[in-house]
């Protein structure tokens, strides 16, 4: 069982829709990730969250946008995405946010996203 | 920048048997660390085995340990009596300081298919 849960699993939308990935941890961690991770492809880092403010944005288009409602919950809502953005979103947790070797990522199962 | 070099875009190992899976990587930092992770069919992305690139001494983990070379930019890992669900994709990555943020982020290699036959 993953520690770090992620709903929908699976996620169909249109280029003209608004839609929100959800991603929960109850481990007691103050840093969250976003990822992003295309078919046969490494993740690549989108957005980390520390102490619930943004402290990282790795030049992620605007119609991506992260929210972190609590220590708990890291949202991305998304609108007017392209056909290209379909992919794996990965969360992920850690302790802290330096120093990962201690406080190593710890990932959720994603959700799958098509974007027709 | 930092890159990480999987050069085994697959590989099979006979169930029981040992396998080695090869990662290089290219940093001008001094401090760093290095990480395995796998990825099964079921999407998560697991730890595996990390290093502390000061420790000289090879991680491991049951049957999991790495070869590492410092000097060498080199970390394999070696995956002994190999089960069915050790098969999966791995990923092999370091870290990588962020002047934004004052932070730090994985870079991952492009990975391993490893496949486990009965």
């Known amino acids: 069982d993953t520690e770090v849960t992620q709903t929908p699993k699976h996620l169909v939308m249109g280029m003209t829709n608004k839609k929100s990935l959800k991603c929960e941890q109850h481990?007691?961690?103050?840093?969250m990730y976003w990822y992003k991770q295309k078919a046969k492809k490494p993740p690549e880092l989108m957005f980390v969250?520390?102490?619930?403010?943004?402290?990282i944005n790795e030049s992620v288009p605007s119609r991506f946008s992260p929210e972190c409602p609590n220590s708990s919950l890291l949202n991305l809502h998304l609108h007017a995405l392209q056909p290209e953005d379909s992919a794996l979103y990965l969360c992920?947790?850690?302790?802290?946010?330096?120093?990962?070797?201690?406080?190593?990522?710890?990932f959720g199962n994603g959700t799958r996203l098509t974007v027709t | 920048a930092q890159t990480v070099t999987q050069s085994q875009p697959e590989m099979s190992v006979q169930e029981a048997e040992t396998v080695t899976l090869s990662c290089t990587y290219d940093?001008?930092?001094?401090?760093?660390?290095l990480f395995w992770y796998k990825q099964p069919p079921s999407r998560q992305m697991i730890l595996v085995i990390r290093?502390?690139?000061?420790?000289?001494q090879n991680a491991t983990e049951n049957r999991f340990s790495v070869n590492f070379q410092k000097a060498a930019k080199s970390f394999s890992l070696k995956i002994s009596d190999s089960q069915l669900g050790d098969a999966a994709m791995y990923f092999c990555?370091?870290?990588?300081?962020?002047?934004?943020?004052?932070?730090?982020?994985?870079?991952f290699g492009k990975g391993t298919k490893l496949t486990v036959n009965p």
């Open positions: 992920a947790s850690s302790q802290e946010i330096l120093s990962s070797y201690n406080s190593p990522l710890h």
């Open positions: 481990m007691g961690h103050r840093a």
């Open positions: 969250y520390s102490y619930e403010k943004l402290s």
């Open positions: 940093t001008s930092e001094s401090d760093y660390y």
């Open positions: 290093q502390e690139a000061y420790k000289q």
């Open positions: 990555a370091s870290t990588a300081w962020l002047s934004q943020g004052g932070s730090e982020k994985l870079v």
